[in-house]
């Protein structure tokens, strides 16, 4: 049984240790202005009101608040706010997402540039592609290198805006400014009428096979690795007083978990162990009716079937499908659901414990 344990956590932890090198600043969404300096080799997060990033970071610099100055050097830049204004050294690719987004004269961009708001304003130059969305996007007096595909109401441009490659723009937008002898080519589309109903039900249908094949194989992969899960999970009864033990735990799990970690995200003790927490917290909510669905499938073939032999595959396929189309049901499918998923966690916080427990 301890080797259950083992290879249950191994798997979840190796699910996100590939993002382990990860450094965060104090989160301080309460905070007036949040600044950050220095030099660090590893992944970082600010966020607040103002925030400031003079910081240099060969890494991903994330930014998140209401009015954002970004003037560091990083190698990744990733903002979301209500205005942004960008004078940074980004060595390769940036994203940014906001209400008045302005990239300065003095900006460099090492790469690709995609970026969306209500009004956008580039005067830097952008070394390869850019995909630009809003309301109006101005590009003032600059070079692109590759291609400027843009959706917008209105794009403003100058007599000195060059783009190497293709303008693409939609054909409802007002564009001003075009010199079309600093444009290597132009491509205008028109957005097609789509019937949303048929878009609905189509997309409705390729998020069940989705979910369907993705559950089967995860689970298929999951049993295969881990044998001793598989038998622990053969054993496990669906009987009432369990099933009603086992669901308050999971509820237990499932609203203390992240109340733990957002109370350790603003008291300003976020570490890289409270996100390799949260991650394994959602891989096992995920993972929760997976297994609920199995053992359900079990019983199927035990009971209704009189299948005596381990037949996990066909088990989980019976299971799986099962349940799925079971939490389509409407309202008393969601209700299903939950139930299912809390069953489900404190199913898993039990077979943890259990194995802990034997060592």
């Not at 990860?22 to 966020?47: H, K, M, P, W």
């Not at 240099?56 to 990083?74: K, L, P, R």
């Not at 590759?146 to 441009?157: P, S, W, Y």
């Not at 049901?329 to 139930?339: D, K, M």
């Amino acid at each position: 049984m301890k080797k259950v344990s083992i290879k249950l956590l191994g798997v979840l932890l190796f699910m996100f240790l590939f993002i382990s090198n990860v450094n965060a600043t104090s989160l301080g969404l309460f905070d007036e202005t949040v600044n950050q300096e220095g030099e660090y080799n590893s992944v970082r997060f600010i966020g607040g009101n103002n925030v400031n990033n003079k910081a240099i970071i060969d890494g991903i610099s994330f930014g998140f608040g209401n009015n954002i100055t970004a003037s560091g050097e990083v190698e990744y830049g990733v903002y979301a706010g209500n205005v942004i204004n960008i004078n940074e050294n980004v060595k390769k690719d940036l994203f940014a997402a906001g209400n008045n987004i302005t990239v300065v004269d003095g900006a460099v961009l090492g790469r690709d540039v995609f970026i969306a708001g209500n009004n956008v304003t580039l005067y830097a130059n952008v070394t390869r592609d850019l995909r630009a969305g809003g309301s109006v996007v101005s590009i003032k007096g600059i070079t692109i290198g590759g291609d400027a595909i843009i959706d917008a109401d209105k794009i403003v441009l100058d007599e000195n805006t060059a783009i190497t490659g293709k303008l693409s723009y939609p054909v409802s937008a007002t564009v001003e400014g075009l010199n079309k002898d600093n444009v290597g080519s132009i491509e205008t589309w028109e957005a097609a009428d789509v019937d949303m109903e048929e878009a609905t039900r189509s997309f409705n249908a390729y998020m069940f096979i989705t979910w369907l094949v993705a559950a089967i194989v995860t689970m298929l992969i999951l049993l295969s690795v881990c044998p001793g899960l598989r038998e622990k999970l053969n054993k496990t009864k669906l009987e009432g007083g369990e099933i009603f033990k086992t669901a308050m735990i999971g509820l237990g799990v499932l609203v203390c978990v992240p109340f733990i970690s957002i109370f350790t995200i603003f008291t300003g003790l976020l570490t890289p162990i409270t996100l390799i927490v949260l991650a394994i917290y959602c891989i096992c909510i995920y993972l929760a009716k997976l297994f609920v669905a199995y053992v359900i499938g079990t019983v199927i073939m035990k009971q209704g079937f009189k299948v005596k032999k381990d037949r996990y595959v066909l088990s989980i396929l019976i299971g799986v499908t099962l349940v799925r189309l079971l939490c389509l049901i409407p309202v008393l499918g969601g209700l299903l659901s939950f139930i299912l998923l809390i069953y489900g966690l404190g199913l898993i916080y039990v077979l943890i414990k259990t194995n802990i427990n034997k060592k």
